[in-house]
């Protein structure tokens, strides 16, 4: 059995977008793995998120 990855890119790092796309590939079977924030060093906040997921194939 294969995994296979799934990686979503968000420019606009709001929990609103975050859980958009939780949501979203979740309910498309796939599996959170992990979340990576992109920081900018002049802010405190993210400026952009890469959210992974996996799902079996086979």
Excluded: C, H, Y
């Amino acid at each position: 059995m294969a995994i296979t990855w799934k990686v979503v890119e968000l420019s606009s790092v709001t929990d609103v977008e975050i859980e958009k796309a939780l949501n979203e590939w979740t309910a498309a079977g796939w599996t959170l793995d992990s979340i990576q924030f992109a920081m900018r060093d002049s802010s405190k906040r993210p400026s952009m998120a890469f959210i992974s997921f996996t799902r079996d194939e086979g």
